[in-house]
């Protein structure tokens, strides 16, 4: 029987914490937020280089985003773009691919991953990879990237791994003893203050039976949708048939659905240098800066007694920043953002309303 391993990108998001860099008709994992000359997806692909073949990574979006994954990744199988008709979370758009996966590589290891995180050391990233796909591929573990906190964060949630004794089969790898959700600043405290916390990075990995079975188990009516469009699978009918029964599944993410649920959960804590890049304030503490603070992306930018500020514009030849602290300024296609960074948590409602 063949054994390989697949990597599983989600693509759909709309990121509009961005905005205006990330739109409803671009989000963020399509730009070039860190100023490299990449954008978070292409980074997320480069990555993996080495993990798998080429012809083995699939991505996840809507309809609506397949042309930007196209022209982002010319690379990618046609076949191996999974468009999905609506949103449903990120529980049946993982169905969706195990099954599809499973059909043609029964015995195949996935890494399911988020399109636009960052990740600083990718020698140590493809090294916890490698060890984690190794781990799965001889048992019926569900595995998780934990990372270790370097800080009281409430924006993520947090895994509680049991460290008293670690896997036979990887010294590095732990139970589960339960997943908790974005914290308090108190209660963040208090899990920094322990070991055994680390911050649930939405990186999983598992054989693809393994995860099948879970859906068969604990959501069956998701189960029954995709195992419904077995023959279907890589034929000319299987795009029309997911259009009409995608909408029938559970808006559920995989947390909750099954991470929750299972039994045989691991945790591997890592340190790779990994942010979700959820918000301005965590693209500012991963992106270069100068002596006070300052960090200017993709733009000529000028600053005259100004500190913590951060700068990313698309069509401006120049920005001068001057008497300003802790501040965002952002541009793109027209529009233009000017917020102290103790407010960005109100940028997603205005973008919203646009």
């Known amino acids: 029987m063949e054994t390989s391993n697949h990597i599983v990108i989600m693509a759909g998001g709309v990121g509009s914490r961005f905005w205006p860099m990330s739109t409803a008709d671009c989000p963020k994992q399509f730009i070039d937020v860190l100023g490299c000359g990449k954008s978070l997806l292409q980074l997320t692909v480069e990555r993996f280089k080495g993990i798998c073949p080429m012809e083995n990574v699939w991505v996840l979006t809507s309809e609506k985003y397949a042309p930007l994954v196209k022209e982002q990744l010319p ?3 046609e076949e191996n773009i999974l468009k999905e008709p609506c949103r449903r979370n990120t529980a049946p758009c993982i169905a969706y691919a195990a099954w599809k996966i499973k059909k043609r590589f029964p015995n195949a290891n996935m890494v399911v991953t988020p399109s636009d995180h960052f990740v600083a050391d990718v020698q140590e990233f493809q090294r916890v990879i490698k060890s984690s796909l190794n781990f799965v591929a001889d048992s019926d573990a569900i595995l998780t990237l934990g990372i270790k906190p370097t800080r009281p964060e409430t924006g993520y949630g947090y895994i509680e791994a049991v460290l008293g004794s670690s896997s036979l089969a990887n010294k590095e790898v732990f139970r589960v003893d339960s997943f908790k959700e974005k914290p308090s600043l108190e209660i963040a405290q208090s899990y920094i203050a322990k070991n055994n916390f680390y911050w ?19 959501q069956s009516p998701i189960a029954s949708v995709f195992e419904s469009l077995l023959p279907y699978y890589y034929t000319d009918k299987e795009q ?4 009409e029964h995608f909408p029938e599944c559970r808006s559920i993410s995989v947390d909750y659905a099954i991470m929750e649920r ?11 240098g990994w942010s979700d890049l959820g918000t301005w304030m965590s693209l500012y503490c991963n992106v270069p800066k100068d002596m006070n603070g300052n960090a200017a992306l993709g733009v000529d930018a000028k600053f005259s007694d100004s500190r913590g500020c951060v700068i990313n514009t698309r069509t401006m030849k120049s920005v001068a920043v001057i008497g300003v602290d802790d501040c965002i300024v952002a541009e793109n296609g027209g529009h233009l953002l000017v917020c102290k960074m103790a407010d960005e948590n109100r940028i997603k409602d205005f973008a919203e309303e646009k």
């Open 75 to 77: 690379m990618i199988l």
């Open 200 to 218: 649930n990075s939405g990186i999983f990995i598992w054989n693809v039976s393994t995860i099948v079975n879970a859906f068969r188990v604990y």
């Open 262 to 272: 299972a039994e045989e959960i691991f945790v591997f804590p890592s340190n790779f």
């Open 240 to 243: 029309e048939l997911v259009n």
